[in-house]
């Protein structure tokens, strides 16, 4: 049976922060925007965004929903938005 519940992610999401340099993320499924001050990535509990400096992208899989990325992490930001597509972003 399908759960159509939207506080139930349809992938689990975890974060592992390490120093402040390495990000390891997963329930990711798909990345907004990137470079080397934020980074948008959309997980299955909403938009994220990481600022920082030096921030890049080590690894990601969409396919399994992992993202990793180093650089000096200074701030990790949820919103609500919830990305449906190609229209959802268009009539954002």
Do not use: W
């Amino acid at each position: 049976m399908e759960r159509n519940d939207k506080h139930t992610p349809a992938q689990p999401h975890q974060m592992i922060l390490q120093d402040r340099k390495l990000l390891e993320l997963t329930g990711v499924s798909d990345v907004d925007s990137f470079d080397e001050n934020a980074i948008i990535a959309y997980t299955s509990l909403g938009e994220l965004t990481v600022r920082g400096r030096g921030l890049h992208i080590r690894r990601l899989d969409l396919e399994s929903g992992a993202l990793s990325l180093e650089g000096q992490v200074d701030t990790l930001t949820y919103s609500e938005t919830a990305r449906s597509g190609f229209f959802g972003r268009l009539l954002r």
